[in-house]
């Protein structure tokens, strides 16, 4: 079962960038500005998107690596893009978090960096409840800039050797476009609800995990690989 699901979120890490473009003219065929609503609909989600972590009592560091795969309900875009985050236990409820990602395309190099805090409620032992404060940006891209910030409360379940994480949280952006197109809206903002399941299992020193977050544009689904230290 263990290695069943190693293959699992390996195959979802490791199957690469596919179908990435920052670009509002992407394709040729699409009107401008609904090209470049999609693209920002996607970039939030992705630059924005955040996943509870629950440490042990005696671990202090843990670092996390992740791949989103996107879908649009409108099948525009599959994006699959990598995700790195690092996390310091401040004090027995509190998590700072640290996110980098950095990948370059033909054309832009987008960077993601940002960080965050993982507060947990309940018992010191075994907290069920987590609220999670991200802010994020990213740069490296031709048309735009953008940044984010994600409040999201989880609630966690245990089944067997899993841990179920569900969560609710809004996701506000804002930001500005770098052309100088009259069909594109210089101003970027707005604010979108999301819905997170995440399930992981301990397996050969990790913490493999699967989750989906539900958007009304979009399903993102992601794959985690964790590793804690005392």
């Given amino acids: 079962m263990k290695q069943l699901c190693l293959s699992f979120v390996l195959i979802g890490i490791l199957s690469g960038q596919s179908n990435i473009g920052f670009r509002y003219?992407?394709?040729?065929?699409?009107?401008?500005s609904d090209q470049a609503e999609n693209i920002i609909n996607s970039t939030v989600m992705w630059v924005g998107q955040s996943s509870p972590v629950w440490m042990e009592n005696n671990q202090r560091f843990s670092i996390k690596l992740l791949a989103d795969k996107s879908v649009m309900k409108n099948n525009l875009y599959g994006w699959s893009l990598p995700n790195f985050s690092m996390f310091i236990k401040a004090s027995r409820n509190l998590t700072l978090s640290l996110k980098m990602t950095g990948f370059s395309l033909k054309e832009d190099l987008p960077q993601v960096i940002g960080g965050g805090l993982r507060l947990n409620l309940g018992s010191d032992e075994n907290p069920l409840w987590q609220f999670s404060a991200d802010r994020s940006q990213i740069n490296g891209l031709r048309d735009f800039r953008l940044n984010t910030t994600t409040l999201t409360f989880f609630r966690k379940y245990h089944i067997r050797n899993f841990t179920t994480s569900l969560g609710i949280g809004v996701n506000t952006f804002k930001g500005r476009a770098l052309n100088f197109l009259e069909?594109?809206?210089?101003?970027?903002?707005?604010?979108?609800?999301?819905?997170?399941?995440?399930?992981?299992i301990p397996a050969f020193g990790f913490h493999l995990g699967t989750g989906l977050s539900i958007y009304s544009q979009m399903n993102i689904l992601r794959f985690s690989l964790e590793r804690g230290f005392h």
């Fill in 25 to 32: 003219d992407t394709f040729a065929d699409i009107e401008l």
């Fill in 183 to 200: 069909e594109i809206e210089k101003n970027i903002e707005g604010e979108k609800n999301f819905f997170n399941i995440h399930v992981s």
